[in-house]
């Protein structure tokens, strides 16, 4: 016989959000009022906490697309968050290319944090395409290193690649090689896109 099934619910400045999904160690899928809202604790890192906070607000004023901040409570040390519907970028990769809006989403944000000299870690793992927005989920921000080539380092992995393939194998996701094509097919094709966006 199942027992009474008991809905967790976390409650911050008299909000209750109920849990629907545990995501990760101290993250979850919660909602409120019908909707969906990313929340993390960070109980115990005071540091972690104080830089998400700060982070929020320097990309959001670099342009720098983020899901937008709902609330964040410093004496609990709780971060919300809207909740981003859909796979990352990467997730979507393994399946199937990337579509163009997403592509030029994408280079679109490599702008932004290149006129505002803000770093931001561009792995497709820390990105969803949504609505027509392209989201860096993280939140995190790193140095801008003005040296660190964009074309060789960071958009190799948003195609099926070589560079992706081995990402994949890293993270222990079966992808078919088959789809891959010959380096000089996938450079043409990347080359087309960076002409065409590349700001």
């Known amino acids: 016989m199942l027992g009474n099934f008991m809905k967790e619910i976390i409650e911050i400045k ?4 109920e849990v629907v999904e545990k995501l990760g160690d101290r993250s979850f899928k919660v909602e409120r009022k019908g909707n969906s809202y990313f929340l993390k604790k960070f109980e ?27 609330m964040w409570d410093k004496n609990s040390m709780i971060f919300v968050t809207d909740f ?10 393994t399946k199937n290319d990337l579509d163009e809006p997403t592509l030029e989403a994408l280079f679109s944000m490599f702008w932004y944090s ?4 803000v770093g931001i870690d561009l792995d497709p793992i820390n990105f969803k395409y949504s609505s027509g927005r392209l989201y860096y989920l993280p939140f995190k921000k790193t140095n801008f290193d ?13 195609f099926f690649t070589r560079e992706f393939v081995k990402l994949a194998h890293s993270r222990v996701v079966d992808v ?5 094509l010959s380096d000089f097919e996938m450079n043409k094709i990347m080359t087309l896109i960076a002409i065409k966006y590349y700001k």
Not at 14 to 17: M, T
Not at 44 to 70: H, W
Not at 176 to 180: A, I, Q, S, Y
């Open 114 to 117: 290149k006129k505002a000299k």
């Open 146 to 158: 003005p040296k660190r080539d964009f074309f060789t380092k960071d958009l190799p992995n948003w």
């Open 14 to 17: 008299r909000k209750e959000f």
């Open 176 to 180: 078919d090689e088959k789809r891959l």
């Open 44 to 70: 115990g890192d005071k540091a972690g906490f104080e830089a998400i906070v700060k982070n929020q607000e320097i990309l959001r004023n670099s342009g720098i697309t983020t899901p937008k901040v709902y």
């Open 84 to 93: 981003i519907e859909g796979e990352t970028c990467f997730e979507t990769l």
